[in-house]
Structures are given as C-alpha cells and as structure tokens.
C-alpha cells in the first residue's frame, strides 16, 4: 500500500505542475547550427545518452521499475517489488552536468559527471560525443553478513564514452563503449574490472512520441554467472512539460555497474520489469 501511495503522490505532482514547453525541440526544418533533439530524453531506457541539461537548469528524474511481471496478481505484477531511483542533475554549463542520484536497489548513491566532447554538426560533424562517469556506494552491504567489510569494498566505478548519431528526423543511434569497476563483486571468480558495449536508438513515429531500445554486451562475464545481458524496449512521450518513458527491461536496477554487471530477467519466461520516468525540470 505505501508503494500504491508513494505512486500515486508522484504522478499527480507532475501532472499539477507543468513545465516550459518542450516544443522547442520539436524536429522541425531549422537553420540551427547544430543537429537537436538526438535524443529527448536523458535515458534511452538504460543507457545514458548524449544529450544534455542545459546551463543553470535543474532535473529531478523519478525512475521506477516494478518487480518482475511473471509473479502475476499475487504481487499485482510487480508493484510490492519495486525500485525507486531518484536522480538530480544540475547543468552548470551546456556541456558539462553534475548528478546525484539514491536507488532503492541495493541502497545504491551515485554521483555522476558528464561532459559533451563534440557535438554534430550538420554538414560537418557526423557524431555527439559526451564521456559520463560515476561513482557509487552500495549502503545494503553489512558486517553481520561480510565480518571482513571495509569501507572500500562498498564503492563502484563506471565510464561510458557516448557516441550518438542523428541518422535523420525519424532515426538516432547511440554506441557506448563501457568499462566499470566493482571493488567487491557480487561473485567470486567475477573481474572486478569489467567491459562492456552498449548499443541503443530512438525511431520517431510522430512528433511526441518514439520508440527507443538498448542492448549491452557484457563482454567478461564470468561463464557460469547467473546475470544476463540487458535487453530493454521502451515509447518516450513528449508532454508540455516533460518526456514520460515507458518501458521494458529484464534488468531491474538502473545504476551502470547494476543493469549491465547484475541483469537476472529472461525475456523468453516473461520474467521481465515494467518502468516508468518522470522528468521535473527547474
């Protein structure tokens, strides 16, 4: 019941308090300089993106993603398992934003730092490249299960070099070389250090609405590890006030090191999460 109440409160708050019209970056003929709209969101579903928040501007992002649908009504598909994970970003400049972020998942904080390195340009530069980076304290860890933790042993590290292409008004694609590091891992014989390439796109079916998907290859996981790559669907809807995401994903968690090192779902077994963003700007 506190998850229904905390669900609903979240809603009605965006929906009573709407922000600046998103018009502006509808994907009309325009003689900006610069290619817009790569991508609307922050998220593809997973995977950062390359677009930014602009200078002197505050995102609050409410990501949630219920439980596993596969346990049917009895857990009302999901909802009593839910993680919450709320995120601010703040723009101090165009190309240069501050995050920080708490997960239910593992009582995961996060401080994130992402930088745009290029940006496409129409008739010269073919490609956005930002660098996001991330480090992340695991709060659920406990001495009277692991008697030899240490403080060190809670934090993680992750780093992304984004790479997006406006292929035309319709289509985006993004690729994101991905290395991250667990100082303690969840599985003995498993790296610490670990590699992986995430690959996702945005298609266009109106102006308000797209759909987006994203795929990683975990490319040193330990073969007989339970987690699998994750592999997430999701519509991106464009309201006066923000992009409300809708998707599907067989990984729960939504921290870097979490969604590509600890994915469990199975998408051939329905065992997959339902999800949702919400986007506040200030």
Same mark, same amino acid.
């Given at each position: 019941?506190?998850?229904?109440?905390?669900?609903?409160?979240?809603?009605?708050?965006?929906?009573?308090?709407?922000?600046?019209?998103?018009?502006?970056?509808?994907?009309?003929?325009?003689?900006?300089?610069?290619?817009?709209?790569?991508?609307?969101?922050?998220?593809?579903?997973?995977?950062?993106?390359?677009?930014?928040?602009?200078?002197?501007?505050?995102?609050?992002?409410?990501?949630?993603?219920?439980?596993? !649908?596969?346990?049917?009504?009895?857990?009302?598909?999901?909802?009593?398992?839910?993680?919450?994970?709320?995120?601010?970003?703040?723009?101090?400049?165009?190309?240069?934003?501050?995050?920080?972020?708490?997960?239910?998942?593992?009582?995961?904080?996060?401080?994130?730092?992402?930088?745009?390195?290029?940006?496409?340009?129409?008739?010269? !530069?073919?490609?956005?490249?930002?660098?996001?980076?991330?480090?992340?304290?695991?709060?659920?860890?406990?001495?009277?299960?692991?008697?030899?933790?240490?403080?060190?042993?809670?934090?993680?590290?992750?780093?992304?070099?984004?790479?997006?292409?406006?292929?035309?008004?319709?289509?985006?694609?993004?690729?994101?070389?991905?290395?991250?590091?667990?100082?303690?891992?969840?599985?003995?014989?498993?790296?610490?250090?670990?590699?992986?390439?995430?690959?996702?796109?945005?298609?266009?079916?109106?102006?308000?609405?797209?759909?987006?998907?994203?795929?990683?290859?975990?490319?040193?996981?330990?073969?007989?590890?339970?987690?699998?790559?994750?592999?997430?669907?999701?519509?991106?809807?464009?309201?006066?006030?923000?992009?409300?995401?809708?998707?599907?994903?067989?990984?729960?968690?939504?921290?870097?090191?979490?969604?590509?090192?600890?994915?469990?779902?199975?998408?051939?077994?329905?065992?997959?999460?339902?999800?949702?963003?919400?986007?506040?700007?200030?």
């Amino acid at each position: 019941m506190r998850n229904i109440v905390t669900l609903v409160f979240v809603l009605i708050s965006f929906v009573l308090f709407p922000q600046d019209d998103l018009l502006s970056e509808i994907d009309t003929v325009t003689e900006a300089r610069y290619e817009i709209a790569t991508f609307k969101a922050l998220k593809i579903v997973n995977l950062e993106t390359t677009k930014m928040v602009p200078k002197k501007t505050l995102f609050f992002v409410v990501a949630h993603r219920f439980g596993s !649908i596969k346990t049917g009504i009895g857990d009302f598909f999901g909802l009593d398992q839910a993680v919450t994970r709320l995120n601010f970003i703040y723009g101090i400049t165009d190309g240069v934003n501050l995050g920080i972020s708490r997960s239910s998942f593992k009582k995961t904080y996060e401080g994130s730092l992402k930088i745009r390195l290029l940006r496409q340009q129409k008739g010269r !530069i073919p490609i956005t490249m930002a660098l996001f980076n991330s480090l992340q304290l695991n709060g659920s860890l406990s001495q009277d299960n692991l008697p030899r933790l240490e403080t060190k042993h809670r934090w993680s590290y992750a780093s992304q070099l984004l790479v997006s292409s406006k292929i035309n008004k319709t289509f985006s694609v993004e690729l994101a070389p991905t290395l991250f590091h667990d100082n303690l891992t969840s599985i003995d014989e498993q790296e610490n250090t670990q590699y992986a390439l995430g690959l996702g796109g945005r298609y266009k079916i109106s102006n308000r609405v797209s759909l987006n998907c994203d795929y990683a290859f975990h490319l040193n996981r330990f073969q007989d590890s339970p987690f699998v790559n994750p592999l997430s669907l999701g519509v991106d809807i464009e309201t006066g006030g923000h992009v409300f995401q809708l998707h599907f994903s067989n990984a729960q968690p939504m921290n870097v090191n979490n969604y590509i090192g600890q994915a469990t779902g199975d998408w051939g077994k329905a065992d997959i999460y339902f999800g949702f963003n919400l986007v506040r700007v200030f």
